[in-house]
């Protein structure tokens, strides 16, 4: 008999594995998600960030910053 398992990926990130994986602080982050700086969807008492709006958030701010790459 042959059992196949499924690994669940996560679908969304918390503010604070946010911070973590963009080497910010916890008050930055959460001031980025209140001001719209980094998308994100209130569910109940908690907030969730996809990772796909990380992403867009990292790809603003690193637009027209290439020619100042060494």
């Excluded at 700086?37 to 990292?58: C, T």
């Amino acid at each position: 008999m042959t059992t196949s398992s499924t690994i669940i990926q996560r679908k969304w990130h918390t503010t604070a594995e946010v911070a973590a994986m963009l080497g910010f602080g916890l008050s930055k982050t959460k001031m980025l998600v209140l001001t719209g700086q980094i998308r994100s969807v209130k569910i109940g008492r908690d907030r969730r960030i996809l990772p796909a709006w990380v992403d867009e958030y990292v790809t603003r701010c690193t637009t027209g910053t290439e020619e100042w790459a060494a």
